[in-house]
């Protein structure tokens, strides 16, 4: 059947006195129709039939016509049945309709029952650009439906120099209700903290944990003593883990003492544990210490804690850290053995005592080699610790996987020519650059990236090293192609 027979057909068919048979025919002209049969979709927006209206608004947006969309479309949009305000919407949008008529269609739908229309109304406000109802969508914050309210965040961000929309964001950050609240805030700029403060200051005690936690971020960084007496007070009656966990985070990172007793008591939560032991970490207290020795031996402490109070310890840098990591260090836990290894390298950082020195650097060495899972925390703490370079050295010429190979590598200098290590060391470069795995071709570009740029070019018995290096420069690898052009250009920009 051509289309002009198809077409008689859907006509004849639109004009039958069942609803099923003219919704049928509505949608047919909608995909094959022209634009004279317009006309036919618009008279059927007065249909007595829902599902012949919604037919109707579909075809509507498939035939394309925006000159007939606009006609009924937004009365469509304010129908009695979700369906035709659903079809009606998606429509209006497809059709790009702009106009007051459609502004205010969409703005109505901001506060539909049926969220498939809320979407729709704001992904036709962010086509138009304009806000809409700004209460309406303000109050989208606090949809359940992340579809709904990430789309009504994203607008109002995109509509944030219009005055109504910054005053309404701060009227619902003052007196709007749970996760609308909450949001308002966090997208506030923290400029505008000052105005807030009162607000704050009760938000403390929110029925929201969201606002609560909102609350409490911000007002951390108000340097007032009454403010910071009011967050320490409250996290002494904080009965929610979240809410407790984000206070002891705020508190214990500006060092105040007043968070030892409610970190002790939130030290079990599966929650808040872990931000109890950072901050008993934060604290000097000798209180705060034997808890935490304590902490990283208490096997019915959640991994998680247990790690944490790793972490903390190595952060405390007490004069038995090390021994309490280095015992630690091949526990069968996984998260256990993270926070030891993340402790260590605070200790590292901060400089080890002269008798710390080599039985750390022996011990993360040798962990190198056998720890599969944390190869590259190892290597984190391991950075900066001269004493691990013999070892170090060992693994690179005999190491137990590709990964441990590009560790070791990683962590020799290669960028002192006067030292006879460093020459051994680009040897060791050199030779993998032809080695079969990624990382370990990456560190080894990177480690004669240091040598010439400390000396200009490559060494004198690499006369095969340009070839190699431009053969990886089309290496499937981005960060590896990138690392062989920046190493090439370096050479030909200075001395060869």
């Not at 610790?385 to 190979?405: F, H, K, Y």
């Not at 990138?482 to 050479?491: I, S, Y």
């Amino acid at each position: 059947m051509g289309s002009d027979h198809q077409i008689a057909f859907f006509l004849r068919e639109s004009a039958q006195p069942e609803p099923e048979r003219r919704a049928a025919a509505l949608k047919g002209l909608g995909r094959i129709g022209r634009a004279e049969h317009a006309r036919v979709l618009v008279d059927a927006a007065d249909d007595p039939a829902a599902s012949v209206r919604a037919a109707a608004a579909a075809a509507l947006g498939r035939l394309g016509i925006p000159e007939a969309g606009t006609e009924v479309l937004p009365l469509l949009m304010g129908d009695a049945d979700p369906d035709v305000r659903r079809r009606a919407s998606v429509a209006a949008v497809r059709l790009r309709l702009d106009g007051l008529a459609v502004t205010r269609a969409f703005a109505r739908l901001l506060s539909d029952p049926d969220h498939h229309v809320r979407i729709n109304a704001l992904d036709g406000l962010a086509a138009l650009g304009v806000p809409g109802d700004v209460t309406a969508l303000a109050a989208l914050l606090g949809d359940p439906d992340h579809a709904v309210w990430g789309r009504a965040r994203t607008l109002l961000y995109t509509c944030r120099q219009d005055p109504a929309v910054r005053a309404e964001l701060l009227r619902t950050a003052r007196e709007g209700k749970g996760a609308a609240r909450a949001r308002a805030l966090e997208e506030l700029p923290e400029r505008c903290t000052g105005q807030l403060l009162d607000s704050l200051l009760t938000g403390l005690r929110d029925p929201s944990p969201a606002v609560r936690i909102e609350a409490a971020r911000r007002l951390f960084h108000v340097e007032q003593r009454q403010v910071q007496d009011t967050l320490a007070a409250a996290l002494h009656t904080e009965e929610h883990p979240e809410v407790a966990a984000g206070l002891l985070r705020g508190l214990a990172g500006r060092g105040d003492d007043h968070v030892t007793e409610p970190a002790v008591r939130w030290l079990r939560d599966p929650v808040a544990g872990p931000s109890a032991a950072r901050a008993l970490g934060a604290v000097d207290a000798g209180t705060a210490a034997a808890h935490l020795r304590t902490a990283l031996t208490d096997k019915t402490l959640s991994s998680r804690t247990r790690a944490a109070t790793a972490a903390a310890i190595g952060s405390a840098g007490r004069w038995d850290a090390v021994w309490l990591l280095l015992s630690l260090l091949d526990d069968p836990d996984d998260d256990l053995r993270a926070g030891v290894l993340d402790g260590l390298e605070t200790l590292v950082e901060n400089g080890l005592r002269p008798w710390e020195r080599h039985p750390v650097a022996w011990a993360l060495a040798a962990h190198l080699a056998s720890d599969e899972r944390h190869i590259w925390r190892t290597r984190n703490a391991l950075d900066g610790l001269a004493q691990a370079l013999p070892d170090v050295r060992r693994l690179a010429d005999n190491a137990p996987s590709g990964e441990v190979l590009a560790a070791a590598l990683s962590l020799l200098d290669g960028d002192d020519p006067t030292d006879e290590h460093t020459h051994h060391d680009v040897r060791r470069f050199l030779r993998s650059l032809d080695d079969p795995h990624e990382p370990v071709r990456y560190e080894a570009v990177l480690g004669l990236e240091r040598w010439a740029g400390a000396t200009g070019s490559l060494p004198p018995d690499s006369a095969n090293a340009r070839t190699r290096l431009t053969a990886l420069t089309e290496d499937a690898s981005p960060r590896l192609r990138q690392a062989a052009t920046r190493l090439l250009d370096t050479l030909d920009s200075g001395p060869r």
